[in-house]
T-cell receptor, first 112, second 116 residues
Framework: KNQVEQSPQSLIILEGKNCTLQ??????????LRWYKQDTGRGPVSLTI???SENTKSNGRYTATLDADTKQSSLHITASQLSDSASYIC???????????WGAGTKLIIKP | NAGVMQNPRHLVRRRGQEARLRCSPM?????VYWYRQLPEEGLKFMVY????????ESGMPKERFSAEFPKEGPSILRIQQVVRGDSAAYFC??????????????FGPGTRLTVT
């Protein structure tokens, strides 16, 4: 069964600190993995997309890694800001290309 | 270039009524996807449409739910005889032609449906 699991479920850190969110997946055949940020009451916004051959990808203070062998990904946020408070969702695409398997997300709260 | 637009943003319906949710994709996008998100849960795929065609409706409940994307006008997700369990946020996304391996889906702000 295609699944995406994220940890932790929620995380509270102080402004300025770094954090790492984890994603494990069992989607097969794998096409690509995305990280989305979803602010409360808003639609998801894409942060990164990685294919099988990509190990790491950065978008500003966000850096995603992918280990296709162990089927794990992480999202590292550097120097967190209050505006980073949101849910971060790991999404894996099967090779059918439009079917996206969504994780439940990690709820990140940044405190001043 | 306006993003994906959804309306209404909030919709309240009594049990048994019909709900119609609208989605206007980004300019130039001919592919539309509908997702449902229950509180504290991830998004669940419902249906994928191109203009005038339903490509994949495997995530849509067999009864009461229907979707269309006409040649002209927005995509419509229609829920007949709503029940309390239909209360959720419904998100629409659009993408350009699915020609690349890593196409992007752009999401609208969602419609929050509350069934009383």
């Amino acid at each position: 069964k295609n699944q995406v699991e994220q940890s932790p479920q929620s995380l509270i850190i102080l402004e300025g600190k770094n954090c790492t969110l984890q994603c494990n997946y069992t989607v097969s055949p794998f096409s690509n993995l995305r990280w989305y940020k979803q602010d409360t009451g808003r639609g998801p916004v894409s942060l990164t997309i990685m294919t099988f051959s990509e190990n790491t990808k950065s978008n500003g203070r966000y850096t995603a890694t992918l280990d296709a062998d162990t089927k794990q990904s992480s999202l590292h946020i550097t120097a967190s800001q209050l505006s980073d408070s949101a849910s971060y969702i790991c999404v894996v695409s099967a090779r059918s290309n439009y079917q996206l398997i969504w994780g439940a997300g990690t709820k990140l709260i940044i405190k001043p | 270039n306006a993003g994906v637009m959804q309306n209404p943003r909030h919709l309240v319906r009594r049990r048994g009524q019909e709900a119609r949710l609208r989605c206007s994709p980004m300019k130039g996008h001919s592919h539309v996807y509908w997702y449902r998100q229950l509180p504290e849960e991830g998004l669940k795929f419902m249906v994928y449409l191109q203009k005038e065609n339903i490509i994949d409706e495997s995530g849509m409940p067999k009864e009461r739910f229907s979707a269309e994307f006409p040649k002209e006008g927005p995509s419509i997700l229609r829920i007949q005889q709503v029940v309390r369990g239909d209360s959720a946020a419904y998100f629409c996304a659009s993408s350009p032609s699915v020609g690349r391996t890593t196409y992007e889906q752009y999401f609208g702000p969602g419609t929050r449906l509350t069934v009383t």
